[in-house]
């Protein structure tokens, strides 16, 4: 056993209202300067849509992504042209076009521009030509709240089978926020497409970084990383990426995106893992397994043999109780209500997501039915398809997500009837 500490984050999508602060506070933090005007460490994404870069889950030959080849994950390399143009550049990578070319008001005739039918009047000014554009084309966050309707909607890979709920037919849509960081994987695909070596996964906690000194501005991470969360730089030459505010966490401060929440979403904290499992959970076959097989590599922070092996390992005292009081070890291992995005990418992604309930589609009309017991069943007409949320966070595997709604679904009923009486009292009062 090879015990390693790791900090991770769960993101509890139901108490997510979309409000982008923590995409704001990270961006005034750490990509404020130039060249760094597209990039979003932490951006809030309205699902169903294709998110930020544009389509950044089409993992498919041009967007490169990994792919599993006699046991081992390597880069999609494409046929034997492709290959001898790889020596020369990346040709996966993608373009300004999948992000945002970033915008800014003129303020300098925002109040003095001539007067016109509509207004205002004054145009966007591009932050990177310092041209007038007509109109923005895309934003990080453009399908804000089905602003998009059905082009966007069914441009999200996730929605395959489920056409009936794309928004053409608008009594059937729903919607749903999904906030993203760098995923601090345990297996980080963008370390190893790296070939300079400049990215590097610290021993200490996990956090995957990027060393400014040695990146040469290859790119080759842009497009080795499957969640597509690291970008380039256009002024420096090099890639930067969060970096999970490690000189506050390193104070004992959280990171600025879970200090400023508004809804209290993001839960912090330390997992002890074996770095001996790794290699084999990355390369389980079928990818429905993966989430096991990542679940196989944590370690029970409470075990006496895995307590001394971490302190054999050198991992000091007050990490070991941070492990045994994490939320994360709660609610990923122990309760198993967080599960992680896109598995089936094989880096063992360390921000995991608590799905979201969302409301019944259909009245539940047979008295009967209507006790503590009748809402459980009730879990499979939510609005929010529960294969829509299988294809994000557990490779398409319905029954993961099915226990997981249960289990939060059976609590809210617990709370209600704490809090405010069972659903026997209805109508009593
Ligand atoms: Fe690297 Fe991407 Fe994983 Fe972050 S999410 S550690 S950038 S592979
Ligand atoms: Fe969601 Fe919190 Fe970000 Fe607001 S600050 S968008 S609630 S994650």
């Given at each position: ?322 492990a045994q009081e994490s939320p994360i070890y709660k609610m990923a291992m122990k309760w198993k209500i967080a599960l992680p995005l896109h598995p089936e990418y094989r880096t063992l992604p360390m921000v995991w997501y608590v799905p979201p309930l969302s409301p019944i589609m259909n009245h539940i009309t047979n008295e009967e039915e209507l006790n ?58």
């Amino acid at each position: 056993m090879r015990v390693k500490a790791q900090v991770a984050m769960v993101m509890h999508l139901d108490k997510c209202i979309g409000c982008h602060t923590c995409s704001v506070t990270c961006k005034s933090t750490w990509t404020n300067r130039p060249g760094t005007e597209y990039m979003w460490f932490n951006n809030v994404e309205t699902r169903p849509g294709v998110g930020y870069p544009q389509e950044w889950e089409n993992q498919d030959y041009y967007k490169g992504g990994w792919e599993l080849k006699n046991g081992k994950l390597r880069l999609r390399a494409g046929g034997p042209i492709t290959k001898l143009m790889n020596i020369f550049y990346n040709p996966n990578m993608g373009t300004m076009d999948d992000y945002y070319e970033p915008w800014t008001y003129d303020y300098e005739h925002l109040i003095d521009s001539p007067k016109s039918e509509n207004l205002p009047v004054a145009r966007p000014k591009s932050m990177i030509t310092g041209n007038y554009m007509d109109k923005p084309e895309w934003g990080s966050n453009w399908d804000d709240d089905l602003a998009g309707g059905s082009e966007v909607v069914s441009r999200d890979p996730n929605v395959k089978g489920l056409q009936d709920h794309i928004a053409m037919e608008y009594e059937k849509t729903f919607m749903m926020y999904l906030p993203r960081i760098c995923e601090h994987c345990l297996n980080p695909s963008c370390v190893a497409s790296c070939p300079s070596g400049a990215l590097y996964k610290r021993d200490e906690d996990g956090i995957v970084l990027v060393d400014q000194e040695e990146c040469r501005g290859w790119r080759f991470c842009m497009n080795g990383c499957p969640y597509n969360k690291v970008y380039y730089n256009w002024n420096t030459h090099k890639a930067e990426k969060c970096n999970f505010c490690y000189p506050r966490t390193e104070a004992g401060l959280p990171t600025i995106c879970s200090e400023t929440c508004v809804g209290r979403i993001r839960y912090i904290g330390v997992v002890l893992y074996d770095a001996d499992r790794v290699k084999a959970a990355a390369s389980v076959e079928d990818p429905q397994d993966l989430y096991e097989a990542q679940l196989n590599c944590f370690l029970d922070p409470f075990d006496d043999d895995v307590i001394k092996a971490a302190k054999e390992a050198g991992i000091n005292e007050e990490w070991i109780k941070g492990a045994q009081e994490s939320p994360i070890y709660k609610m990923a291992m122990k309760w198993k209500i967080a599960l992680p995005l896109h598995p089936e990418y094989r880096t063992l992604p360390m921000v995991w997501y608590v799905p979201p309930l969302s409301p019944i589609m259909n009245h539940i009309t047979n008295e009967e039915e209507l006790n503590t017991d009748g809402y459980i069943p009730a879990v499979d007409q939510m609005r929010i398809p529960i294969s829509y949320l299988a294809s994000l966070l557990s490779a398409g595997d319905t029954s993961v997500i099915r226990k997981v709604l249960l289990k939060l679904t059976a609590m809210r009923v617990h709370m209600r009837s704490v809090n405010v009486g069972g659903i026997d009292e209805l109508g009593k009062s």
